[in-house]
């Protein structure tokens, strides 16, 4: 039956929902994508279920009607109820949530073309030294008169000279040209008797078109992702979609060389840097369901996949997968609930699994499958503590003696080391030693990290940068700033004062800033030019260098210290990615772990290898804390630009808090960043059990108190970081 009004999910988060009058002839169904007029303006909205959005009936003649539909498949009924769910859990607007989901607004314009150039054979009328070297260096391509600039290395000016001349022809592309076809059955992999067991249950998963929520608990170098690769190539042969989730996209360039050489081509990449034309042909690939495997950030979990046959969560421990803005989402949380709407299989991999998904699959919630051994025999490495109490580095220095001879022994033997530190930049502090100033944001209760390599020091939640002075800005002293505590520069040049010899690299997402970096410092490890890395916690996953024999932990307390809930699980988690990064080829691996608290339950987990212990204590801990995965967390944050306002805000919330037996509201207080990106922030928290409807109490509370509009409000459910 022809829709003759439509309800509308507009896609801005200030307007609730929209009815309009279907013109004659328009043929619009649930999940349409279309235009209507607002006041003078027009809006971009989604048909949606009356019934499932509640508003005020407008009575049908006074209606406007939309005015057009847009060229794009309809978002199906299992992704709206994804948005539904998502903004109900994450307690967000519907529009917000929505607007992941059409994330290109180049894709809603319809098929287009774009010009090219390429040469024609002729030559001009007139050779000048630019016409030739252009002419020379544009054997061959075909790109875009800015493209084809950037390749001469001549003036787009020459180029359009060159057109004039009959030299360059335009070609007419389509933006949306199709990707290269992979292909199931490529290259077949040869796979352990483990692996094939673990890959055959992934592919009668896929095979059987159901929901199947499966861990792979594998340990590090054990081999998942060649058997979630067979999982794949069964859901490309059902010509279905596949989406593979990463949690870095610098871990993406040696994804994508593993997976075109087991399928022959390269699957659809999604993340934020993508230009407008990429962004716009992927998000049109994937709506027609030509794009058969997409891999991804988080934010390509809300993409309006035709026709999903699998979701993989990679590394899916890792809190890069929670968002901490805007929508306050778990990625890795929402592709499982992805997975039940669209009832297909979902796979989350990981050497360390998140205590909550190691308790969903004990309690039979989720599917367990084990890799116990790593694939072609090499052995898990040894791991040793280094007592910092009693192995003490020289002053100013960081690595204590029996580190510093584990390095010197791998450089004579021609192996590679690994040292970990999960530090940005020189120093995290900055001060003057003659009156003790500290550097510190304008815009938030941070101190700014010295950058050595860049000259600056920059803060790492808003951004601000300044050039380091020459002299004291408090009291004028010259040459006076002291470093304090190391970042991974100043472990980079403690290691090249002590070995010269030795080339070292830091890698960081400051040096691994784009896919070519990655790809460059890959193939610089690969082909051993590189002796010792230096690295934050970017190093600690996906990468795979046989000569790597030895891994040191700078400082396995960094990361106990604070109040962060997960401290313990997350230095388990580093530590043991680290270590596994040792040993993966035929030569045995060592770890050297320094600690001041050697009797701290997770560095001596860590020791024993023990992961069953730690898992243990710690789910004991979170017991006992009404912590998930026994009880849930929340946080609201008010924030303004002025304190008073801020305080003031939160206080009336406070005053108004629920008094319930199973939600508990503690604050407000200011939080720890109580000044972030120049807002002044204060926050509650929320302990809650199981059972309460901690959403909706969230709600009804919000929507109970009124604030000025230089107020914000956050609410963050499952919260990761409490800052
Ligand atoms: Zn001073
Ligand atoms: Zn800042």
């Known amino acids: ?26 043929a619009v169904e649930h999940g349409s994508v279309v235009v209507a007029p607002l006041g003078p303006r027009q809006v971009t909205g989604i048909v949606w279920e009356e019934e499932r959005l509640p508003s005020d009936r407008v009575p049908d003649e006074k209606l406007r009607p939309l005015l057009g539909m847009l060229d794009v498949p309809p978002i199906r009924a299992e992704l709206r109820r994804l948005i539904e769910w998502t903004a109900d859990y994450y307690v967000a607007p519907m529009a917000a949530v929505a607007r992941m989901v059409i994330a290109s607004g180049g894709a809603l314009r319809g098929p287009a073309t774009m010009t090219e150039y390429r040469l024609t054979g002729g030559a001009p009328e007139r050779m000048t030294a630019q016409r030739q070297r252009a002419i020379e260096a544009l054997e061959g391509e075909q790109a875009t008169i800015r493209e084809l600039s950037g390749i001469a290395g001549v003036s787009e000016g020459v180029l359009r000279g060159l057109v004039n001349h009959g030299v360059l022809e335009p070609v007419e592309v389509d933006v949306d040209r199709p990707y290269p076809r992979a292909s199931a059955d490529h290259h077949l992999p040869d796979l352990s008797a483990e692996q094939r067991e673990v890959a055959g249950r992934l592919v009668e998963a896929v095979e059987a078109r159901a929901f199947a929520p499966i861990l792979i608990d594998g340990v590090t170098g054990s081999g998942k992702t060649e058997t979630y690769f067979e999982a794949i190539g069964a859901a490309i042969a059902e010509g279905r979609q596949v989406l593979v989730m990463l949690p870095e996209i610098a871990l993406t360039e040696a994804f994508l060389g593993r997976f075109e050489e ?21 998000w049109r690939a ?117 580190l510093r001879a584990a390095l010197i022994d791998r450089l004579e033997k021609g192996e590679q080391s690994l040292l970990f530190l999960n530090r940005r930049g020189y120093a995290p502090l900055t001060l003057c030693r003659h009156c003790g100033f500290r550097f510190q944001c304008p815009n938030c209760s941070a101190w700014l990290v010295e950058h050595r390599l860049s000259r600056r020091l920059a803060c790492h939640h808003c951004g601000h940068e300044t050039a380091p002075p020459g002299k004291c800005p408090e009291c004028g002293e010259p040459d006076c700033l002291v470093a304090c505590g190391p970042g991974v520069e100043r472990i980079a040049d403690e290691v090249a004062e002590m070995l010269p010899e030795a080339r070292v690299a ?23 030019a590189i002796d010792v890395i230096v690295g934050t916690q970017l190093v600690t996953k996906g990468f ?105 805000a939160a206080q009336r919330l406070g005053s108004t808090r629920p008094h319930l037996d199973d939600v508990q509201v503690l604050g407000p207080a200011p939080a720890p960043m109580a000044l972030l990106r120049g807002r002044y922030r204060f926050r509650l928290l929320l302990n809650a059990k199981r059972s309460a409807e901690l959403q909706q109490v969230i709600r009804v509370w919000l929507s109970g108190v009124e604030h000025p509009p230089g107020v914000r409000i956050g609410v963050d459910i499952d919260p990761y970081s409490f800052v």
């Not at 801005?12 to 002839?25: F, I, K, S």
């Not at 830091?506 to 690969?526: G, H, Q, R, W």
Request: net charge negative.
């Open 506 to 528: 830091v890698v960081t997402s400051d040096t691994l800033n784009s896919p070519e970096k990655a790809a460059e410092f890959v193939a610089m490890a690969e082909a051993k």
């Open 544 to 648: 795979h260098f046989p000569e790597l024999t030895l891994v040191g932990v700078i400082d396995a307390d960094l990361g106990l210290e604070g109040g962060d809930l997960r401290a313990a699980e997350r230095t388990y988690q580093q530590v043991a990615q680290v270590a596994g990064r040792a040993g993966r080829g035929a030569k045995p691996g060592e770890v050297l772990i320094q600690t001041r608290h050697p009797e701290a339950p997770v560095i001596a987990a860590l020791e024993a290898g023990d992961r069953d212990a730690f898992y243990e204590a710690e789910t004991d801990a979170r017991r006992y804390a009404g912590a998930p995965p026994f009880g849930r967390w929340a946080a609201i944050i008010v924030s303004s630009e002025d304190e008073r306002e801020a305080r003031e």
């Open 1 to 26: 039956m022809p829709v003759t009004r439509a309800r509308l999910l507009v896609m801005n988060a200030a307007l609730g929902p929209l009815d309009y009058r279907v013109p004659e002839g328009m």
């Open 286 to 402: 994937i709506a027609s369901g030509e794009a058969q495997v997409v891999v991804g950030a988080r934010s390509a979990l809300f993409l309006p996949y035709a026709n999903l046959g699998l979701i993989v969560v990679d590394e899916a421990h890792e809190i890069s997968f929670k968002q901490d803005d805007g929508v306050r989402y778990n990625a890795r949380d929402v592709a499982v609930m992805r997975a039940r709407f669209e009832g297909i299989p979902v796979v989350l991999a990981s050497a360390t699994p998140a205590l909550e998904s190691l308790h969903m699959a004990d309690t039979g919630i989720y599917e367990k499958l084990v890799l116990p051994s790593r694939f072609g025999g090499a052995q898990l490495p040894d791991i040793k503590l280094v007592d910092l109490t009693e192995e003490k580095p020289g002053s100013g220095a960081w690595i204590a003696p029996p």
């Open 262 to 282: 087991r399928f022959g081509a390269l699957p659809v990449v999604w993340h934020s840097s993508l230009k407008s034309t990429e962004r716009r042909r992927a």
